[in-house]
């Protein structure tokens, strides 16, 4: 049975185990070795959830690169999103001409992906990829371009690995999805 855990009274069933989630960055970043060869990526992680597959993704680049950091307003202390992105940190590093790497923890609803796109493709950058571990294929706007996705996962609350359930849980090691509680049974029945 797979590992279970209770987080503020929520119960969570372990969904990615850190033994995939090794073998699909190893995966990724094979991919944008290759990609990338003979260029010097700038690799832009999107604080706070992607700290952790960041961290993990650039150890295995063989290639040179750079990194800096966006901080983009996250859900806050709820398992809905909110709809509305805001920055929070902006880049340090110039953008024109450069390779950049967007490197997301998760792809909901795509708006933080576009409003990454829209932010950084007036900078004139040479190219502009995205990379994400998670990427919930159900509730994705249409259009959104994603280039590397780790895992295509259905529209559950997730935590670990990076992931938050009101600030705690980032530091799990596997990936947890929010266990569905059953229906209610009708009274009188
Ligand atoms: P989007 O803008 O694509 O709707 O959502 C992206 C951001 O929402 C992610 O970077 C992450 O902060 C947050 N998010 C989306 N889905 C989840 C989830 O299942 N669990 C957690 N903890 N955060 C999520």
Redesign the pocket.
């Known amino acids: 049975m797979a590992a279970q855990i209770t987080v503020n009274g929520d119960r969570f069933v372990e969904m990615i185990s850190e033994r995939r989630i090794k073998a699909a960055v190893r995966r990724l970043a094979k991919e944008i070795n290759r990609h990338h060869r003979g260029k010097t990526p700038v690799f832009i992680g999107?604080l706070n959830?992607s700290f952790i597959f960041f961290a993990d993704l650039i150890r295995e680049i063989t290639i040179d690169c750079e990194v800096d950091f966006l901080k983009l307003s996250?859900?806050g202390d709820a398992k809905i999103?909110s709809g509305e992105?805001r920055l929070l940190k902006d880049l340090n590093c110039q953008v024109e001409g450069r390779d950049i790497i967007i490197v997301?923890?998760?792809?909901?609803?795509?708006?933080?992906?576009e409003y990454i796109r829209h932010l950084i493709e007036p900078q004139n950058p040479r190219s502009l990829k995205v990379v994400t571990l998670l990427f919930?294929s159900d509730s994705v706007k249409p259009g959104t371009h994603v280039d590397y996705i780790g895992f295509r996962i259905p529209s559950d609350?997730?935590?670990g690995y990076g992931?938050?359930?009101a600030q705690r849980e980032r530091n799990l090691k596997a990936i947890y999805r929010l266990h569905a509680k059953p229906p209610r049974a009708k009274a009188g029945t």
Not at 104 to 113: K, Q, R
């Open positions: 999107i959830g996250s859900y999103s992105v997301e923890d998760i792809v909901d609803t795509g708006l933080s992906v919930k609350f997730v935590i992931l938050d359930y």
